[in-house]
């Protein structure tokens, strides 16, 4: 599916000094294919906008047209991770992060289960969390 030609335009360009990122507004188009993974679409700008971390990028709110074809949505680029972990909303930051995030929970899930007496998470993740 990946095959099929997708074309990324990006509107109402804008960058934010304030909070260290660019803002705008994508609009795909993409015949043929009911939509495009988020992920695609974050490497596709990483290579337009030439950003090192493809982890600063944050893309949300995406609405496909009636009729298929086009789709509207949101984009963000940080200019770095820790400013985007500063200024994005937690959940985003989770929606992003989602599998590193079960695979502590679950390490943590098998800590408390095994050593239930005496519970002391390591260092490494009590800071994540």
């Not at 993409?30 to 493809?54: C, I, Q, T």
């Amino acid at each position: 599916m990946a095959d099929k030609a997708v074309t990324i335009r990006t509107r109402k360009f804008m960058t934010n000094r304030l909070l260290s990122r660019k803002q705008f507004v994508i609009d795909v188009l993409h015949p043929g294919r009911p939509n495009v993974s988020k992920a695609e679409l974050k490497e596709k700008l990483s290579r337009m906008y030439e950003v090192k971390d493809p982890n600063a990028i944050f893309v949300f709110k995406f609405r496909t047209h009636f009729g298929g074809g086009k789709s509207t949505g949101f984009g963000l680029i940080y200019d770095s991770v820790e400013n985007a972990k500063k200024f994005e909303p937690k959940y985003r930051l989770i929606r992003v992060h989602c599998q590193f995030l079960m695979l502590i929970y679950f390490v943590v899930f098998v800590y408390q289960t095994f050593y239930d007496s005496v519970f002391s998470l390591p260092s490494c993740i009590v800071n994540f969390l």
